[in-house]
């Protein structure tokens, strides 16, 4: 993998926890994984072990295994393996962190604790700068995803003064739609160089007028091809060309949110796309239905996101 140092940028795939019917998690379809991600989505960044990897429904020793498979699997192929190490307890939040370090990741993330939540700025800092001080060689981001978390702590006052209390601090993941924030969080850092990585996929355009320097998101892992394609056309300035691909991936979004859309769903689209199978959630969660993925598949062919069975199928809306 590349050195750490570089600045993480672009698009960066939340990856899914393989797993089989039984619950055991698949590791044998990490490295087809990886191949597909870098050949079929051209994706070579992932974060491991999020909200879309049930990293919190894993136990320690599940995590680190993950992580370190990833490391494995991914040298030489991908850019960057940041591995997400946050956890209600601060002692495994430094255990985890430890381990990403000794495997050879190139950075980790943390989100807030959300049970007995942080109350503050300081209090938060404080967290995070002790998982931090765990793995001192490797950049540190921050995962702010208050819809989940409950921690409303606003990302743009978590970030005002953040390195002089934790050095190796680079950058944060930002899943939130509150682009207010995010955009006084690029506005009022612009002499730090820090990632700025968006996390709500089908307002990534948005995000990327305010200033965003990349993307973590769950859909990259199948419409990364198709987003890569809007990221050049907003590069190339090219605006109307990168709205009509936005567009495109928001009437996708759209049409499973109104299903029910989350961690079982993206998994069951995964397995649809790649023909690499994720297997079901843990619980929790519940396996998504046949009828989800039926209406998902004709969507994806409608748009042109799967080959097509016939001529008569194509829809006038898909992308170009």
């Not at 765990?134 to 950049?139: N, Q």
């Not at 007028?209 to 892992?221: E, F, L, Q, R």
């Not at 079901?280 to 396996?287: A, E, F, G």
């Amino acid at each position: 993998m590349a050195s750490s140092k570089k600045k993480l940028q672009g698009l960066v795939a939340a990856t899914i926890t393989p797993m089989t019917e039984n619950g055991e998690i698949n590791f044998s379809v990490i490295g087809r994984y990886v191949d597909y991600l870098v050949e079929e989505q051209g994706v070579k960044n992932i974060f491991v072990n999020g909200t879309t990897g049930e990293g919190l429904s894993l136990s320690i020793s599940e995590r680190c295994q993950v992580a370190k498979e990833w490391v494995t699997k991914g040298r030489n192929k991908l850019d960057q393996v940041v591995i997400h190490v946050g956890a209600l307890s601060l002692k495994e939040s430094q255990e985890l962190a430890k381990h990403a370090a000794e495997i050879g990741a190139d950075g980790i993330a943390v989100i807030a604790p959300f049970f007995l939540k942080p109350w503050n700025k300081d209090v938060l800092i404080n967290f995070l700068k002790e998982v931090a001080a765990a793995a001192p060689t490797l950049p540190f981001y921050y995962y702010h995803i208050p819809a989940l978390t409950g921690v409303k702590i606003r990302a743009e006052e978590l970030l005002d003064g953040i390195q002089d209390k934790i050095p190796t601090f680079q950058g944060l993941k930002f899943s939130d739609t509150d682009l207010l924030d995010f955009g006084q969080c690029v506005d009022q850092n612009r002499q730090q160089q820090f990632a700025f990585l968006f996390g709500v996929d089908e307002q990534l355009l948005s995000a990327l007028v305010m200033g965003a320097t990349g993307a973590v998101g769950s859909t990259y892992n199948y419409l990364g091809k198709k987003t890569n394609q809007m990221l050049e056309a907003f590069e190339q300035k090219d605006f109307s060309s990168a709205l009509n691909y936005q567009f495109c991936i928001q009437r996708f979004i759209n049409f499973v949110v109104k299903l029910g859309f989350g961690v079982s769903q993206t998994k069951a689209i995964m397995t649809l796309v790649s023909g690499i199978p994720m297997g079901p959630p843990r619980l929790p969660l519940q396996k998504a239905s046949r009828e989800f993925t039926d209406n998902a598949e004709a969507k994806l062919k409608s748009l042109d996101f799967l080959p097509f069975t016939g001529l008569e199928d194509r829809n006038l809306e898909a992308c170009s």
